[in-house]
């Protein structure tokens, strides 16, 4: 079990290269949770089918109730956890310690000294798969470092806030990552081609324990996610999850989150199933291969087991499967009218500064009049007074817009850019929109305020323009409380003149469909067609400070028409609220041209996605 990543975190972002490669060959859980949030109710929740709700708070030998150890004695099954060496220590001189494995949280376990002799330190596993002395039931403890959690002391390993802001993953996080497909690439090898593996019906279950830590949701505890389904607790509204009484939770289902999962078998191969599951189903798999009965949530019919990554019966896999898949057939497209629009000069993004702060927007998109739910460009605050600046919640107004306003469908998401995970870093809530105001609420461990060096990222706001709206800038006035940080562009009413490449517009976006929209080469008027082929790329990152390519959703689609509508899933882009897409458009040649001849790239153009209607049977 990996610690605190998310399905989108591991499986969009390019850092755990071999993980990949194993989803695309065995079994790919794609609607995979955690049981809830934090750590230990999910490790204790696969051993036992049971666990805490609330809080990281069981300690060793704590838990009296039945637990999957007892099962496997009972039927005369052997079993073996195998710990890797410390974060702190090293292969050539390793230190091992026992002391906080969830096997020692049952008292059962703790208290009998030939089941703690059973703790065994990793290199003990090698042996065994050489001597062929594997166990029946094997748990493997990577580290903190290995399991990508990463510790609280200061290095190039500390935590980070995972997918807190736009702009991909923290150097931090990729490191560790990276050490998790280390980790994997090292041992999963080992073990598929170990006599133990062959002698009969084997499996490797390799899943996280939760979704990632974000900074931005306080009323979720600061995880990004609070998804889950079947033997997830609800939790009451009120409910303080995060330490921060100003966000309490409200109410409902406190799940993990949706993580990545492989399930490796040696009998059936590549298969890929959008069936909920979570840690309660890879007990219950065991169980039921075993016979042994089942334990707590894992006897809830409505728990599924995994057999289907055993037996075949997933779908194949596809754009609506597997993330790094391409669309292979014409994507459908519709075609936009810029009649009533007039031509308007293209603007590059202006910043503006206050004694308090300094405000980046990071575009300057056209919008379209008579159009709903149109991308407007994402900020960034760079703070340079925090005692004065953020004390109050930070508020949008638009001004000098008129006939445009704020769609209901916003989803303004709040986050901040940290080096570190810090617990002094300024803390968004949910926010609250009006027609021409959003407001994010803000806190902070002291007074509301951030203590660190920090960059507050607003993304996923949208706009809607009536047919009748002034053409021009639409400007917001940014401010917090009586604290006036300034005002910049959001978007320009009205389409771009021509250029001699593609001109990018903002993107509509609707529930579950993005509509990408550009202006064709020598195409001033609706219906017109140049013949040429445009290779549309969306990308996770800002292209223009990337420090390397590649590190989060990639997708190309090419099209004919210039305007491309695709779905959440055809790209698979994910659901989490807020996360900054850069989208560039080039000309790729006439379509009866064999090889494709580029144009220049036109200017990235970035937008948000706002999360979706759940999968089906996700509470």
Same mark, same amino acid.
């Given at each position: 079990?990996?610690?605190?990543?998310?399905?989108?975190?591991?499986?969009?972002?390019?850092?755990?290269?071999?993980?990949?490669?194993?989803?695309?060959?065995?079994?790919?859980?794609?609607?995979?949770?955690?049981?809830?949030?934090?750590?230990? @109710?999910?490790?204790?929740?696969?051993? +036992?089918?049971?666990? %805490?709700?609330?809080?990281?708070?069981?300690?060793?030998?704590?838990?009296?109730?039945?637990?999957? =150890?007892?099962?496997?004695?009972?039927?005369?099954?052997?079993?073996?956890?195998?710990?890797?060496?410390?974060?702190? #220590?090293?292969?050539?001189?390793?230190?091992?310690?026992? #002391?906080?494995?969830?096997?020692?949280?049952?008292?059962?376990?703790?208290?009998?000294?030939?089941?703690?002799?059973?703790?065994? @330190?990793?290199?003990?596993?090698?042996?065994?798969?050489?001597?062929?002395?594997?166990?029946?039931?094997?748990?493997?403890?990577?580290?903190?470092?290995?399991?990508?959690?990463?510790?609280?002391?200061?290095?190039?390993?500390?935590y980070t806030f995972q997918g807190a802001g736009p702009g991909g993953s923290a150097g931090n996080d990729t %490191?560790?990552?990276?050490?998790?497909?280390?980790?994997?690439?090292?041992?999963?090898?080992?073990?598929?081609? #170990?006599?133990?593996?062959?002698?009969?019906? !084997?499996?490797?279950?390799?899943?996280?324990?939760?979704?990632?830590?974000?900074?931005?949701?306080?009323?979720?505890?600061?995880?990004?996610?609070?998804?889950?389904?079947?033997?997830?607790?609800?939790?009451?509204?009120?409910?303080? $999850?995060?330490?921060?009484?100003?966000?309490?939770?409200?109410?409902?289902?406190?799940?993990?989150? %949706? =993580?990545?999962?492989?399930?490796?078998?040696?009998?059936?191969?590549?298969?890929? #199933?959008? *069936?909920?599951?979570?840690?309660?189903?890879?007990?219950?798999?065991?169980? !039921?291969?075993?016979?042994?009965?089942?334990?707590?949530?894992?006897?809830?019919?409505?728990?599924?087991?995994?057999?289907?990554?055993?037996?075949? /019966?997933?779908?194949?896999?596809?754009?609506?499967?597997?993330?790094?898949?391409?669309?292979?057939?014409?994507?459908?497209?519709?075609?936009?009218?810029?009649?009533?629009?007039?031509?308007?000069?293209?603007?590059?993004?202006? *910043?503006?500064?206050?004694?308090?702060?300094?405000?980046?927007?990071?575009?300057?998109?056209?919008?379209?009049?008579?159009?709903?739910? *149109?991308?407007?460009?994402?900020?960034?605050?760079?703070?340079?007074?925090?005692?004065?600046?953020? !004390? &109050?919640?930070?508020?949008?107004?638009?001004?000098?817009?008129?006939?445009?306003?704020?769609?209901?469908?916003?989803?303004?998401? /709040?986050?901040?850019?940290?080096?570190?995970?810090?617990?002094?870093?300024?803390?968004?809530?949910?926010?609250?929109?009006?027609?021409?105001?959003?407001?994010?609420?803000?806190?902070? +461990?002291?007074?509301?305020?951030?203590?660190?060096?920090?960059?507050?990222?607003?993304?996923?706001?949208?706009?809607?323009?009536?047919?009748?709206?002034?053409?021009?800038?639409?400007?917001?006035?940014?401010?917090?409380?009586?604290?006036?940080?300034?005002?910049?562009?959001?978007?320009?009413?009205? %389409?771009? &003149?021509?250029?001699?490449?593609?001109?990018?517009?903002?993107?509509?976006?609707?529930?579950?469909?993005?509509?990408?929209?550009?202006?064709?080469?020598?195409?001033?008027?609706?219906?017109?067609? +140049?013949?040429?082929?445009?290779?549309?790329?969306?990308?996770?990152?800002?292209?223009?400070?990337?420090?390397?390519?590649?590190?989060?959703?990639?997708?190309?689609?090419?099209?004919h028409s210039h305007s491309l509508i695709i779905t959440d899933f055809t790209a698979e882009l994910t659901s989490?609220?807020?996360?900054?897409?850069?989208?560039?458009?080039?000309?790729?040649?006439?379509?009866?041209?064999? !090889?494709?001849?580029?144009?220049?790239?036109? $200017?990235? $153009?970035?937008f948000s996605v706002l999360p979706g209607p759940l999968p089906s049977g996700v509470s």
């Amino acid at each position: 079990m990996l610690e605190n990543h998310s399905y989108a975190d591991t499986w969009y972002e390019h850092d755990m290269p071999y993980l990949h490669q194993l989803a695309r060959t065995y079994g790919l859980p794609t609607q995979m949770y955690g049981i809830t949030n934090p750590t230990v @109710p999910n490790r204790v929740g696969l051993l +036992s089918g049971r666990g %805490r709700s609330i809080g990281d708070n069981v300690k060793a030998g704590q838990l009296s109730y039945p637990n999957l =150890i007892d099962q496997l004695q009972q039927h005369h099954l052997t079993w073996g956890a195998y710990y890797q060496h410390t974060e702190t #220590s090293s292969n050539q001189h390793p230190v091992y310690n026992f #002391s906080q494995s969830t096997l020692l949280r049952f008292q059962d376990i703790y208290d009998n000294s030939a089941r703690r002799a059973r703790l065994l @330190p990793l290199p003990d596993l090698e042996s065994a798969l050489k001597d062929n002395t594997v166990p029946n039931f094997a748990w493997i403890a990577p580290n903190f470092l290995t399991n990508s959690h990463g510790t609280a002391r200061p290095g190039p390993y500390q935590y980070t806030f995972q997918g807190a802001g736009p702009g991909g993953s923290a150097g931090n996080d990729t %490191r560790l990552e990276n050490l998790a497909n280390t980790f994997l690439k090292h041992w999963i090898p080992r073990i598929i081609h #170990s006599k133990a593996w062959k002698s009969g019906p !084997s499996a490797i279950f390799i899943t996280e324990d939760e979704t990632s830590y974000d900074a931005s949701m306080p009323q979720n505890g600061n995880w990004a996610s609070n998804l889950g389904t079947t033997g997830s607790p609800s939790v009451a509204a009120g409910t303080i $999850l995060g330490g921060n009484p100003r966000f309490p939770f409200p109410g409902g289902i406190n799940g993990g989150g %949706r =993580i990545p999962a492989v399930v490796l078998t040696n009998v059936a191969k590549h298969v890929v #199933s959008s *069936q909920p599951f979570n840690q309660f189903s890879i007990l219950k798999t065991i169980e !039921s291969a075993w016979h042994l009965g089942y334990l707590g949530h894992a006897a809830n019919p409505q728990v599924k087991t995994m057999s289907v990554f055993f037996h075949g /019966g997933g779908k194949p896999a596809g754009p609506s499967s597997t993330p790094w898949s391409r669309p292979t057939a014409p994507v459908p497209t519709t075609r936009d009218q810029w009649t009533a629009n007039p031509a308007v000069p293209a603007l590059p993004p202006k *910043q503006t500064s206050s004694p308090d702060a300094i405000i980046l927007p990071s575009a300057d998109p056209h919008i379209s009049l008579g159009a709903s739910g *149109q991308a407007a460009a994402s900020l960034a605050v760079f703070v340079t007074n925090h005692a004065s600046s953020l !004390s &109050k919640n930070l508020s949008l107004r638009l001004t000098q817009s008129s006939g445009v306003t704020f769609s209901r469908r916003s989803s303004p998401v /709040g986050s901040t850019q940290v080096a570190n995970a810090d617990e002094t870093a300024t803390q968004f809530g949910p926010s609250v929109v009006g027609s021409h105001t959003i407001s994010l609420p803000i806190a902070g +461990s002291r007074n509301g305020v951030g203590q660190v060096p920090e960059t507050l990222d607003i993304t996923g706001l949208l706009l809607n323009a009536a047919p009748n709206a002034a053409t021009g800038p639409v400007k917001v006035n940014v401010s917090a409380g009586s604290v006036q940080l300034g005002t910049v562009v959001l978007a320009t009413v009205g %389409r771009p &003149k021509q250029r001699t490449h593609p001109n990018l517009l903002a993107p509509i976006i609707r529930p579950g469909t993005i509509q990408i929209r550009f202006q064709t080469l020598g195409c001033e008027t609706p219906g017109c067609s +140049s013949g040429r082929q445009y290779e549309i790329e969306i990308t996770g990152q800002n292209p223009q400070t990337a420090t390397h390519p590649n590190i989060n959703e990639h997708a190309i689609l090419y099209t004919h028409s210039h305007s491309l509508i695709i779905t959440d899933f055809t790209a698979e882009l994910t659901s989490l609220a807020g996360k900054l897409y850069w989208v560039r458009v080039r000309s790729v040649g006439h379509s009866s041209q064999k !090889s494709p001849v580029h144009s220049e790239w036109s $200017l990235p $153009l970035p937008f948000s996605v706002l999360p979706g209607p759940l999968p089906s049977g996700v509470s």
